[in-house]
């Protein structure tokens, strides 16, 4: 069976454009989490949908904004892109059953380089 | 600070044991992750404890949890080469569904 699968594998923009990641989970997971890796640092979370509805957003600017389609595959979108938003972009899938112990799966990410 | 704390390397010899530490803060997290990321790839979910347990063994992979410290330690068993990576520890408070992860600890084998 496919892991979870993210394009484009590397990205390089310029200030001032906008960026769109996708990612297609795990057969049968329904939840899909967005998670920024900066250099040296642990994830940080973005958001996590499930059943198409934000679940949960992280502490990020609206510049970053985020959908999941009907098959469960999901878009980050960042705007106006800054020199800081360069890092490795994860998307993790679960079952999104609710249940306290839901394991996340990564994919390899998407690294966005930002000129 | 941080909600979750880890020292930033380790470097051991092959064959030995090494131990990863990590502190968390939030005396409501539930449950505890290791994750393991090589080099180019994303992270991958190594073992996980729940909150009302002290140990967990799985193979060569010891967890050992203290609640009242609040002090989560990973204990890999006669290291190999192929365990270099970066591992993240992670905990889950209650009623969340998301993870908080550390900083990493990049363990370094040399032979």
């Known amino acids: 069976d496919a892991g979870v699968t993210q394009s484009p594998t590397h990205l390089i923009k310029t200030r001032g454009q906008h960026v769109t990641l996708r990612c297609s989970p795990i057969?049968?997971?329904?939840?899909v989490s967005w998670y920024q890796q900066v250099l040296g640092q642990g994830p940080q979370f973005i958001f996590q949908?499930?059943?198409?509805?934000?679940?949960g957003r992280g502490n990020f600017p609206d510049r970053f904004s985020a959908r999941q389609f009907p098959n469960y595959s999901s878009e980050l979108n960042v705007n106006a892109l800054l020199l800081g938003d360069s890092a490795l972009y994860l998307c993790?899938?679960?079952?999104?059953?609710?249940?306290?112990?839901?394991?996340?799966?990564f994919g390899s990410g998407t690294q966005l380089s930002v000129l | 600070g941080e909600d979750v704390e880890q020292s930033l390397f380790l470097s051991v010899r092959e064959g030995d044991s090494s131990v990863i530490n990590c502190t968390y803060t939030?005396?409501?997290?539930?449950?505890l992750y290791w994750y393991k990321q090589e080099p180019g790839a994303g992270l991958q979910l190594l073992t996980y404890?729940?909150?009302?347990?002290d140990m967990k063994q799985d193979q060569r992979l010891t967890v050992l949890l203290n609640k009242k410290d609040k002090h989560l330690s990973l204990r890999i068993a006669d290291t190999q080469t192929g365990d270099s990576a970066i591992y993240f520890c992670?905990?889950?408070?209650?009623?969340?569904?998301?993870?908080?992860f550390g900083r990493g600890t990049s363990l370094i084998v040399h032979p």
């Open positions: 993790a899938s679960s079952l999104g059953a609710g249940t306290e112990n839901e394991k996340l799966f």
């Open positions: 057969s049968g997971h329904k939840s």
């Open positions: 949908y499930y059943e198409k509805e934000e679940r």
């Open positions: 939030d005396s409501s997290s539930t449950y």
């Open positions: 404890i729940f909150s009302n347990m």
């Open positions: 992670a905990e889950k408070r209650g009623g969340s569904y998301i993870p908080t």
